[in-house]
């Protein structure tokens, strides 16, 4: 007997060992496979019928409690943990593991009676009461609940053997917040920041209109301001209000948590009716480093809009936010993704599966599904979980149940998958608020997101593996490419950064209107394209909105209905650049469209000028090839999608993808392996036959 209690005690400190190992590595024991649980939404009890049905489908974990203060503290100071409770028993002993968040973005009736005040006041007015996320995150009533609230749960919950992690908050932003007490923290901001108003006024060119301020007590509203730098100012001193609030909450958390346990967050993209570009309103890489592995969710359009993009944009920026002891990416969660959804977004047959693994692909260790049930009341009643509103097995859930069989088998294979992409894109909030600002004019409603978007899709669609960088990142040389969408607003320091990396031997991208202001959204007076232009070799004064404006020569050969320029246009006088494209126009045919210029050991490509897709993807697959990279994934292209990593064991995974309605039969370019999902070996250069929407993965041998 005191043997066995010996040998139990040590294999107990080893996976106690084993668990803190991979917590704080970011790698996991095995795939999870999860849903969004709600028992306090449900009609009527069926907690053990929901588990006997998570149990068929292969669910491992699932999420609960980030929405739920109003129930655990339905009073100030009343705290009813039931709810919590039952689950948390219920999957201990089922065997599922739980994630549990952090219940303080949607706040209870009783803390807005008690304190109207928490309701962020904003450009629009004071909130009102029943939106979740209305709150102000600063407010000192709502941060003392948030708190108590906080360590209440994790006091009662923080020994429950079922529990893995902790999400803080959820989708967090600032909302907008932008009332009196806010404008106070943002005065001490900015005294901090630029020591005296001389310095402020100069920066931001507060002398036109007699907009300057010659006392911190005369310090106006940004709500009324009309100066581009004062309003990005004041948005990045928003987003520092989530990254401090973050941080803030992770710091409780972490005074509970286990070794072994995670704490995550939920960071979303921004929303275009579906999950679709960079987040205006949280700085992404900084908000993720107090965290011990990212979360995100992704949503997406389905049936014959199904192209797998958005899902790689957020699991190539998840994978980004966070960086290992080589400076690559990190593994990350999957907190939220469609089952079902919207109405337009119930998926065809074989695509859960598809978009499943697409998301692993990534680098993604978790696939969760929002949420598990149906929900039968409130604003979110057609937005559809895995289960319909009748509880019952369908067809979404049938396939779910596939992959969670597939997760499970293939896991030793698939899990800690670690990507090594030679491709960067970087993108900046700053030249993101900065970009928004102006746009290409006063009536234009084109956004930052719509010139990054292109430029990734095209990368995607050539099957090139793409990392995001930001101007923090500090791992650059370690990209022979990068593509830089629109850099309207960036630091000296920043722009002589990206030129030393083309002298010392890198490729680089640049778009239209970047390196033009500096930091503080102020226009640099020097010739255009300023400090970048010495990389580039070219310089500009001029631009317009082309009307009837083609590339000369069609020189990228995309025919007629493709070769046009659209939106914006610079006049590009080359020094040492060789153009690449010129305008086809009577006046301004003379000037460049497309330059390309060797700097140092490294190579600079602009595009002056908003291009259809064809050619920006032309232009990106010629940058592909000079930096040497265009290799045997790219004799596949859309609609077949290939994605590679290093699994555990050190052996190469490649995915293939079918994102189309019809069978495809590819020759397989890789080197020799088996076949994971049917067991079967794959020969370089041999047929691989797809089924619709269909999902091969090879292990190289």
């Known amino acids: 007997m005191n043997a066995f209690i010996a040998n139990y005690s040590l294999v107990a400190v080893f996976l106690f060992s084993f668990l803190s190992v991979c917590a704080q590595s970011g790698s996991q024991p095995k795939l999870l496979y999860g849903v969004a649980y709600y028992d306090e939404y449900m009609p009527y009890e ?24 109003g129930t655990v503290e339905p009073q100030d100071g009343v705290f009813d943990f039931s709810h919590i409770d039952r689950v948390l028993n219920a999957m201990h002993k089922a065997g599922i593991r739980v994630i549990v968040g952090t219940p303080t973005y949607a706040v209870p009736t009783w803390l807005v009676r008690k304190y109207p005040d928490v309701l962020a006041i904003t450009p629009t007015g004071p909130n009102r009461y029943g939106q979740r996320q209305n709150m102000d995150i600063t407010n000192l009533h709502y941060r003392f609940h948030a708190e108590r609230i906080i360590r209440r749960i994790m006091e009662h919950v923080k020994d429950h053997p079922a529990i893995i992690g902790y999400q803080v908050d959820n989708e967090t932003k600032a909302y907008n917040t ?70 803030w909450q992770t710091a409780i958390v972490n005074e509970y948590k286990r070794p072994g346990q995670f704490v995550t967050q939920n960071f979303d993209l921004e929303w275009r009716g579906y999950s679709f570009g960079i987040q205006p309103d949280v700085d992404h890489f900084a908000a993720a480093k107090p965290l011990d592995v990212a979360g995100i969710d992704i949503y997406h359009p389905t049936q014959d809009a199904l192209t797998g993009i958005e899902i790689a944009l957020g699991g190539d920026l998840a994978r ?23 109405a337009q977004w119930l998926p065809y047959p074989g695509q859960l599966r598809l978009q499943a693994f697409s998301h692993l692909a990534s680098g993604a260790n978790m696939v969760s599904y929002w949420p598990w049930h149906s ?83 095209a990368l995607y669609r050539m099957n090139v593996g793409v990392d995001f960088v930001d101007p923090s990142s500090t791992n650059l040389q370690q990209y022979k490419l990068i593509v830089v969408p629109v850099l309207y607003a960036a630091s000296d320091e920043l722009l002589h950064r990206l030129n030393n990396y083309v002298k010392n031997g890198g490729h680089i991208v640049y778009t239209f209107k970047s390196g033009f202001a500096d930091q503080n959204v102020k226009v640099r007076t020097q010739v255009q394209p300023a400090i970048i232009g010495e990389a580039l070799g070219i310089t500009y004064s001029q631009f317009t909105t082309p009307q009837n404006v083609t590339l000369k020569g069609d020189p990228y050969g995309v025919g007629a209905e ?47 000028c908003w291009t259809d897709d064809a050619i920006t993807e032309k232009i990106l697959a010629d940058a592909v090839k000079k930096a040497n990279l265009w290799g045997d994934a790219q004799s596949l292209a859309f609609p077949i999608v290939t994605r590679q990593g290093v699994n555990q064991q050190g052996k190469t995974i490649h995915y293939v993808f079918n994102y189309s309605a019809k ?11 088996r076949e994971l999902l049917q067991d079967q070996s794959v020969l370089k250069s041999g047929k691989l036959d797809l089924e619709p929407w269909g999902i091969k993965i090879i292990e190289v041998n």
């Open 46 to 69: 069926r907690l053990d019928k929901d588990i006997a049905m998570m149990k068929e489908s292969g669910i491992n974990v699932v999420r609960i409690a980030e929405s739920t203060w």
């Open 178 to 247: 932008a009332g009196p007490d806010v404008q106070k923290q943002f005065v001490e901001y900015s005294k901090a920041k630029f020591g005296s108003l001389d310095s402020l006024n100069k920066a931001f060119g507060l002398d036109y209109w007699s907009n300057r301020i010659n006392s911190w007590d005369d310090f106006p509203s940004m709500v009324g301001s009309i100066n581009g730098s004062q309003t990005a100012e004041f948005a990045k001193f928003q987003r520092k209000l989530v990254t401090d609030f973050l941080a």
């Open 320 to 342: 980004s936010m966070k960086v290992d002891g080589s400076n690559r990416g990190k593994n990350y969660l999957v907190l939220e993704t469609e089952a079902q959804g919207f």
């Open 375 to 457: 929900i039968h009341n409130a604003i979110e009643t057609y937005w559809k979980g895995l289960l319909s509103h009748d509880f019952q097995p369908n067809p979404t859930f049938e396939e779910a149940k596939t992959i969670g069989k597939d997760f499970e088998r293939l896991s030793p294979q698939l899990v800690n998958l670690k990507k090594t992409n030679q491709v960067a894109v970087l993108f900046s909030n700053e030249a993101l608020m900065a970009f928004n600002a102006f746009r290409f004019g006063w009536y234009n409603r084109d956004t930052y997101n719509d010139i990054l978007r292109p430029m990734y899709d």
């Open 562 to 608: 493709h070769n046009k320029v659209k939106t914006w246009m610079e006049l590009i006088t080359p020094t040492t650049a060789k153009v690449m494209a010129y305008y086809d126009h009577p006046v301004w045919g003379k000037y460049a469209a497309v330059t390309q210029n060797t700097f140092g050991k490294g190579l600079a490509t602009y595009i002056g």
């Open 663 to 673: 069978p495809v039969s590819v020759t397989y370019p890789f080197a020799n392996g």
